[in-house]
């Protein structure tokens, strides 16, 4: 502007000071640009913000979903409770039956009687019977207690 010439003093200070609505609409483009990267920027920490809370949300235990699982896990684990405390009842009543048939008093209620000796063991052969030694009978409707006066085996 150096090499410019005004006609007059006032023209000379119009033509040095930039005109008011020219600088005003510079200030607005300004304002704009700034508004536009203040924005920009607001969103972009926005999307952060919301990717942040998203993770966070996926890190943190879900209540609902908990107490499904929990739910869950309780009628698994009732239902397995269940179908063991029937096996165990199923063996139990199967061992119960095996004991029964092998009870010796069975044996015994069909007739048959069991000679213990002193010892209180079962005798087995013939030859383990002694004349004049006491020994118990075990029948089915009691004990008693005898002595043989005379024994012969085969």
């Given at each position: 502007m150096a090499d410019l010439r005004a006609p007059t003093p006032t023209g000379a200070a119009e033509l040095s000071a930039p005109r008011k609505d020219q600088l005003l609409q510079e200030l607005a483009a300004?304002?704009?640009a700034l508004y536009q990267r203040l924005m920009q920027r607001v969103e972009r920490e926005a999307q952060t913000l919301d990717q942040l809370a998203l993770r966070l949300s996926h890190a943190l235990p879900n209540p609902d979903r908990m107490r499904e699982q929990?739910?869950?896990?309780?009628?698994?684990?009732?239902?397995?409770?269940?179908?063991?405390?029937?096996?165990?009842?199923?063996?139990?009543?199967?061992?119960?039956l095996q004991l029964e048939m092998l009870n010796p008093q069975r044996t015994v209620e069909r007739g048959y009687a069991v000679i213990l000796n002193e010892q209180g063991?079962?005798?087995?052969?013939?030859?383990?019977?002694?004349?004049?030694?006491?020994?118990?009978?075990?029948?089915?409707?009691g004990v008693a207690q005898v002595q043989f006066e005379q024994v012969k085996t085969d």
């Open positions: 300004i304002e704009q929990i739910t869950s896990w309780q009628t698994r684990l009732q239902q397995a409770w269940s179908v063991q405390v029937d096996n165990f009842k199923r063996n139990q009543n199967h061992y119960q063991q079962a005798i087995r052969k013939p030859k383990d019977l002694k004349a004049q030694q006491p020994f118990e009978v075990r029948l089915a409707e």
